[in-house]
């Protein structure tokens, strides 16, 4: 899906939570180890060959020796189908490469080499920089302003929580306050999808004050996209095929959905981990991610991001460029946030080595990419990978080699950067920061707001007060972070920098990257509460449901007597809830699976679902006057201690339904 979050990507973490609830509804897993994530082992990132830090090396012949020697391995290693690379420098193409394999071949076909020149790539989320440029021209030409309330421009209207206004500063910073939307993001039935259809029905929820909250939103650059449709009176895509895409000389890119014929026997083939060749992706909201384009266009586009002047003529005058590439936010809504990374106006900072670095990733299901520019050295350099690889991080740690490879090896570190944070004042820090967190990009308005009990993340206090973050920031293994100015932390070993807010001696959020953020977990959603909470509870009511067959067959092998009538009304309604609660768990672990895979669920279902949960929830009362009477009537201890035991499980079933949200009015995801 179009998302710049390759290392967590949506699939993933909705894959995990699909087979954590699996697990709490299957009884024999429940007790064993519910709610436990699986951990994929990383790639390891392929060293760069000796690097000869020195910018003036970057030169054709050194840089296709220097992929020639990564790329090739890396992607046998892999099982990555192919990979298509461009770099540029000084305001020229110095090379593109093509690697393995635009397509596999089966059957009686020849697998077909990679063309860098021929062959289209699904860039995903990179496709965002083409809408802010989109965008910034009309605000070069007065037509936009970047802190009107975006509603003023706009014909329906978008859901509140706050009432600062939403400006199109924030949709380019990913700080408007929108709840993630998974549904219509990636389609593949060939059909057009209408923008404003998509924007218009069901708009997600607004989590967080405008300004406050870095989130990463496909859903806000869609609306800046629609912005630019509705100003331009122009159809997003063909406003982008003129003025963007033909001014930078990208002859052979478009956002159209399907593929023009012209360019369609153009298109590399996404492969899935198993290397099948898949269909070709419909992005569902066009501005957020559905650009295709060979490397030597988006070359181009490089080229004209830093000013060049490569088809018919700039993409925006110097001050507009210039407001594109400088941090758009600073400390008046960040707060100390904006002492880390910050995204500019549509790009992240992903500065190393010193040097200041702007760039972005992309991906949908079968295509992975990453664009870095270079704006004091004019270089940049593109990548993109027709799949994702057997492992879960195959495509992330293969970008990150090249990019940072990249970086290492011409535009190496200058000079040591310097800490100045007293002991004491890192101490009191590293104990205010601790504790459990979760991602800002999520969702929290329906049933998906289970999504939250997986991909979390665990700071504690090491060594030297150092935050061990398990796992760390786009990674899938530990990190240590220690801090080098005040609420500012750079990963031990590493480059990566995060910045922390704190309201009344704790930290509220931890900005990570650009436009991701982390939030502490709430103390009724914490791993160590919910996970015991629920898997007991669902291993009492399946035992339950197991001991009635059961029951019965005992009472009829040894003869004994059918039970007392008396309480016969309040025993079958409390069965009735025990069989709704099972049934509308498992409800709910069979649609995570299925939004998983990108496939609708019905409203019916997930209405019927809902009821079966309610049913699960209002047994509470009848549960509870089974107890009194197996009290009253002196039952045993055996049986009352069972309709105890099935009260606690239906009211722990139903306090996990409404903690999260599952018997919400919204059902849109």
Known sequence: MPVQDPARSRASRLRRLGATLVAVVAVAATAAGCGTAPTVAPVPTPPAPGAPGDPAALNATDVDAWLDGLLPAALQRTGIPGATVAVVRDGEILTARGYGHADTGSGTSQPVPVDPDRHLFRVGSVAKLVTAVAVLQHVQSGDLDLDADVEEYLDFTLPRRYDEAITLRHLLTHTAGFEERVAGLIGRDGSSPDLRTALATDPPEQLYRPGTTPAYSNYGNALAGYVVERVSGTPFDEYVGRHVLARSGMASSTFAQPLPQALADRMARGHDAAGVARPFEIVGTVPAGALSAPATDMARFMLALAGETVGEG???????????????????????????????????????????????????????????????????????????????????????????????????????????????????????????????????????????????????????????FEPGPLSATPARY??????????????????????????????????????????????????????????????????WPFGALVRRVLGRPRRDPAGRTARVLSRVAVAGALLALTGWAVSVVTVMGLQDVSAASLRTIQALQVIGLLGVLPAGVRLVDDVRRRVGRHRVAASALILLALACTGWFAVEFMLLAPSISY
């Open 314 to 468: 700039p993409l925006l005058d110097p001050p507009t460029r210039e407001l594109m590439q400088r941090p758009a936010l600073d400390a008046t809504s960040l707060g100390t946030l904006a002492d880390g990374p910050r995204m500019t106006l549509g790009l992240f900072d992903e500065s190393r080595n010193g040097r200041r670095i702007l760039g972005h990733g992309g991906d949908t299901l079968y295509f992975h990419s990453h664009l870095q520019i270079y704006p004091q050295e004019r270089a940049g350099i593109f990548v993109s990978l027709n799949g994702g690889g057997r492992g879960g991080f195959d495509s992330h740690e293969l970008r990150q080699a090249v990019v940072n490879g990249f970086a290492d090896r011409y535009f190496p570190a200058t000079s040591d950067q310097p800490t100045g944070v007293d002991a004491e004042t890192t101490a009191a820090h590293a104990a205010a920061a601790s504790g459990t967190y979760t991602e800002s990009r999520g969702i929290g308005s329906n049933f998906l707001t289970l999504i939250g009990l997986v991909g979390r993340t665990t700071v504690s206090v090491t060594d030297d007060n150092r935050l061990l």
């Open 482 to 547: 220690e801090e080098v100015a005040p609420w500012v932390w750079r990963e031990v070993g590493g480059q990566r920098t995060l910045a922390m807010r704190v309201t009344d001696d704790r930290v509220t959020a931890i900005s990570y990257d650009s436009a991701f953020t982390l939030l502490p977990v709430e103390p009724a959603r914490a791993t160590a509460v919910v996970v015991p909470v629920l898997g007991v509870s669902v291993l009492v009511l399946a035992l339950t449901v197991l001991s």
